[in-house]
Structures are given as structure tokens and as C-alpha cells.
């Protein structure tokens, strides 16, 4: 679905660029989840903003379906942390979901079907008048997920949307998560920096190398049936293996950041 | 610098505005006030006491310590005013002063959203002319009235050109602003839901700059009332501040202060009435300013 092919980017900074990503190889097969965990400033959010059409890679190609990305298209929808500044504030839970339906130019006709079945989904079709400000964290997240349902994307990626959430409705909104994909199969492209979290979700974990020049340097097959238990020892051990792993690359960007 | 001061503005006057169910909640609970401060009609009582205490305070002064010529007493200065609202010649200057105001604010007001808009989205555009904004915008619509007598003379013209003046620059920085701030991650949500770079534009950036716009302008109507008296005291046959520079003249201090308490009225009357229709028609894109 997805394909990251030799892919570098880098980004013009003084004294000298800054190389973020430099040959990095990934394939997103359809309808699977794959969490990209690192380091904070390993260029996970970079390669998603490549995946999205954001921003282009400086040298090897990203695509889609076999199509270069050449900008945002209408089949991958992004997701952010920060549903506060996403969202639409001056529009309702409603007319959020609208949105892309009325600038996709869906026949009206198909609207309210559309917006009830999405608003359902996540559980917030008895908020539908509300404005985002009168929702709580959890849910403008999930009415992020309605409003990126409704355009049907093929793709979504997700850039550590849940990491601002409380740790209970983190867990709440990883169910929800599982259960809209266990249903709609979407391909999903999870960034987070939480090990548990990756683990929870994900088919698959690409582990980042710290930057700069950051690839991907391992990809772990989670064949696990959900939901997955940290205390059951199976995942018990592969959390373990993961953080082992991830070590010295923590450090060596606390370092860089410290500098 | 100038953006973060635009900012900061924004903020206190934007939450002075907010609604009374937030601005409660912030209040300090005093515990043996808590009754009078929940109590229905308590702003009201306390402007009414504010007033009747200034009045009070200015009559005793002026009857008792100042000369009363200088500084004419509430009651004398009422006396004074009937007539003069009776007759209709307060009306007649306060409806050519505020169309003046109007005039030059609503024109000013558009003028400057249309350009912030454009100058907060074409960087090229924004960096060419900033630097001559930046020194224009100390040129105070008083100081443009001798300019603005030669070019327009002394009719309505130059009135509603420093009017613009005053309220272009301030409008103008404000929207800019507001261009800027808008989150980069809701225009790149909306680019993902489908919308193409005009609807992104009209959709997302301008309803995200609104509270800053409606701000700026805010500011600008309390400049415009400020700087309409200047020009029409310096270059004008009518209006408050012809009646002002008249009343100076002939050294009627009643009438000067029957002017002088109508700016006050004015000015209240119109942020008031600014505030409401803010209220009624943009309140969706306000509100979530005192929340994120």
C-alpha cells in the first residue's frame, strides 16, 4: 500500500543542514497497523508528513498504491495530537464531520446518513451540538477519527494522537481504535513513543534510530493475538526486548538534545 | 516583538469580552462576599454606585473648593444640557460626529481585513511592505490632520480619511496576526479532508483569525472615537469636537463639559454595541479563544 523506498530527508538549518532521515526503506502492507516507535527527534512525524504529502523527501521516493505522493491526497487522512488546534473550534461535533463531506462535494443528499453512522461509531452522536471546547480530550480525539472516517481514506496516519490523553483514556481510546479498524480494515500508520502503546496496537513496529540520519532500524513482527496483556510474559518479553533495544538510541538523543 | 504585543493585547481584550459564566468561575471567592457577588443585578448596583459616587465627589468639589467656572458642577452642567438636547443640536453634532466615525471605521475596518489576509499569506508581499507599515503606522491620525485638510479640506471627506487612518493600521496588524496564528495543523486537516488551497483559505485560515480581526477592531473603534475629536476640532463647521472648540472659544466650560460627558456616553454606548453584535453574529468563532 505503502512504500518507502531509500528515502532522505533534509532540512535546511545552520550552521550546517540537518540530515533527518537518510535511507530509509519501509513497505505498509494493506490493512495493517504498523507503529513506528523512537526516540523524540528520530523523524517519525517527518516520515509521516512524507507519507501525508506535507513534505517531500529530499532524495528516494514515497508512494502510495503504487503512485508517487505528491501532496495530501483524499485517500490517506492525517491525525494529530493536538485535537484542540485540528479541529474546527467554531464549528460543531456535526459540521466538523461535515466538513470534508462538503468540500469533497459528497451529494448532500448521503450527508446526515453519513455523519450519523460515523458519529455512532465513536459514540458521539448524542454530543452532536457541542463545540470542541465542550468536549473532553477523548473525545475531540474520537471526533477527530469521525471526521476522518467520513471521507473514507484508505490510509490514516496517526501522529501520536492519543500521547496528551490521560493513561486510562488512552486505553479507552486504543479500544476504540482496535475496534473501528477490526471492523473498517483500514491501513493504519501509528507514530508514538510509548513501547506499551505500540505493542498494543501494532502488527508491526518499525524501531527508529535516533537522529540525525535516522532509519529504520528494525521492524518487529507482533504475531500476538489482541488484546494483548503487558503482564502476559509473551509481550512481557518482547516490551523488554523493545526497550533493550531502544536504549542506547534514548541516550544518544537526550545528548543531542542537551546540547 | 510586534506580533507577540498584538497577541497579548488580544488575550486581555478578548477576555475582557468573555462570557459572565467564565469570568465567574475566575473570580476569587471571597467567602463573606460570595452572596453579593452571585447576587442578580450586582454589576449593575455597582456602576450605579461608581456614578453616583463621582458625581457626588465633582459636585462638592466644584461647589466648595474649585472655582465653578473652571470646573462647572453635575447640576449646572445638566441645566446646561436640556436645552441643548431639547433643541436637537446635541443630536445633530453626535449623528455627524458618529457617521464620520462609522464611515471611516467600517471602511478602515474592511480595507485592513482584506490586505492583513492577503500580506499574512503572501510572505513576498508581507516582507515588501512591512517595513513601511511599520514606520506608517506612527503617524497618529492627529498628526495627519494638517496633511488631510489640504487634501480633502474641511468637509466630511478628511474626516472619514483620518478615521481610516487611525483604524487601517491597527486592524490591519492585528489581522495579520491572526493569519499567522492560525494552527498549521488545522489547515493541514483540512488539506487532508479534501479542501484545495482557496477553500483552506476562506474556510479555516480567515474563521481562525477572527478573534484576532474582531479584536483589532475593538481597538480601532476606541481609537476612531479618540481621534475624531482632534479633527473636528482642528478642521471642522459640526460635530462633538466642533462644539468643544466652539464652546472654548466663547469660554462656556457648561457647554464644554455637556461635550465632554457625551464622548464618554458615546464611546460606552458604542463598545457596548460593538460587543453585542460581536455576540450575536460571531460568538462560534469568539468563544473558544477563552477556552484553548
Known amino acids: ?259 | 516583538m510586534r506580533s507577540l504585543v498584538a497577541e497579548r493585547m488580544s488575550v486581555a481584550e478578548i477576555s475582557k469580552g468573555k462570557p459572565a459564566a467564565v469570568a465567574g468561575r475566575r473570580r476569587p471567592s471571597l467567602a463573606p462576599l460570595r452572596g453579593f457577588a452571585t447576587a442578580p443585578g450586582r454589576g449593575f448596583l455597582l456602576t450605579a454606585g461608581s456614578i453616583a459616587i463621582a458625581f457626588l465627589s465633582w459636585q462638592v468639589l466644584s461647589t466648595f473648593i474649585f472655582n465653578p467656572f473652571l470646573i462647572p458642577p453635575p447640576l449646572e452642567v445638566i441645566r446646561t444640557a436640556i436645552p441643548m438636547i431639547l433643541s436637537g443640536e446635541i443630536l445633530a453634532d453626535v449623528s455627524i460626529s458618529m457617521s464620520r466615525v462609522l464611515v471611516g471605521f467600517t471602511v478602515g475596518s474592511l480595507a485592513a481585513i482584506v490586505f492583513g489576509v492577503l500580506l499574512g499569506r503572501l510572505q513576498l508581499l508581507h516582507d515588501l511592505l512591512d517595513p513601511i507599515i511599520e514606520l506608517m503606522r506612527y503617524l497618529s491620525p492627529t498628526a495627519m490632520i494638517p496633511i488631510a485638510v489640504i487634501w480633502f479640506g474641511i468637509g466630511e471627506l478628511s474626516k472619514y480619511f483620518l478615521i481610516f487612518w487611525g483604524t487601517f493600521f491597527i486592524v490591519l496588524v492585528n489581522t495579520i496576526a491572526g493569519v499567522w496564528r492560525a494552527p498549521i495543523a488545522r489547515q493541514r486537516a483540512a488539506e487532508c479532508l479534501g479542501a484545495n488551497q482557496v477553500q483552506i483559505f476562506v474556510l479555516v485560515i480567515i474563521p481562525s483569525a477572527a478573534p484576532y480581526i474582531v479584536t483589532g477592531m475593538r481597538v480601532a473603534m476606541a481609537s476612531s472615537f479618540m481621534s475624531i475629536i482632534p479633527a473636528e476640532i482642528l478642521a471642522a463647521d459640526s460635530g462633538i469636537g466642533y462644539l468643544l472648540q466652539k464652546s472654548s472659544m466663547l469660554l462656556q466650560t457648561n457647554r464644554i463639559f455637556v461635550a465632554l460627558l457625551t464622548i464618554c456616553l458615546l464611546g460606552f454606548v458604542f463598545d457596548r454595541i460593538f460587543r453585542l453584535l460581536v455576540a450575536r453574529t460571531l460568538a462560534r468563532f469568539m468563544s473558544f479563544v477563552a477556552v484553548t
Open chain 1, 1 to 259: 500500500m505503502l512504500q518507502l523506498d531509500k528515502v532522505r530527508k533534509v532540512f535546511p538549518a545552520a550552521p550546517e543542514p540537518y540530515v533527518a532521515l537518510d535511507g530509509v526503506d519501509l513497505e505498509v502492507a494493506d490493512g495493517e497497523i504498523l507503529c513506528l516507535l523512537g526516540p523524540s527527534g528520530c523523524g517519525k512525524s517527518t516520515l509521516l508528513n512524507m507519507l501525508a504529502g506535507f513534505e517531500r523527501p529530499s532524495a528516494g521516493s514515497v508512494s502510495c498504491g503504487g503512485a508517487p505522493i505528491r501532496g495530501a491526497g483524499r485517500d490517506r487522512v492525517m491525525f494529530f495530537q493536538d485535537a484542540g488546534s485540528a479541529l474546527f473550534p467554531w464549528l460543531n461535533v456535526e459540521e466538523n464531520v461535515r466538513f470534508g463531506l462538503r468540500v469533497r462535494k459528497v451529494p448532500k443528499a448521503q450527508w446526515a446518513g453519513i455523519i450519523d453512522n460515523y458519529l455512532r461509531m465513536v459514540d458521539l452522536d448524542r454530543h452532536r451540538n457541542k463545540f470542541p471546547a465542550q468536549l473532553s480530550g477523548g473525545m475531540r480525539q474520537r471526533l477527530q477519527i469521525a471526521r476522518a472516517l467520513a471521507v473514507e481514506p484508505v490510509v490514516l496516519l496517526m501522529d501520536e494522537p492519543f500521547a496528551a490523553l490521560d493513561a486510562l483514556t488512552r486505553r479507552r481510546m486504543h479500544a476504540v481504535l482496535l475496534e473501528i479498524w477490526q471492523r473498517t480494515r483500514k491501513t493504519i500508520v501509528f507514530v508514538t513513543h510509548d513501547i506499551a502503546e505500540a505493542i498494543t496496537l501494532g502488527d508491526r513496529i518499525g524501531i527508529m534510530s535516533a537522529g540525525p540520519c535516522s532509519i529504520i532500524s528494525k521492524i518487529i513482527d507482533l504475531d500476538l493475538p489482541r488484546p494483548r496483556d503487558l503482564a502476559d510474559s509473551a509481550v512481557a518479553r518482547i516490551f523488554n526486548d523493545i526497550e533493550r533495544l531502544l536504549a542506547p538510541d534514548i541516550a544518544r538523543s537526550e545528548e543531542r538534545a542537551a546540547q
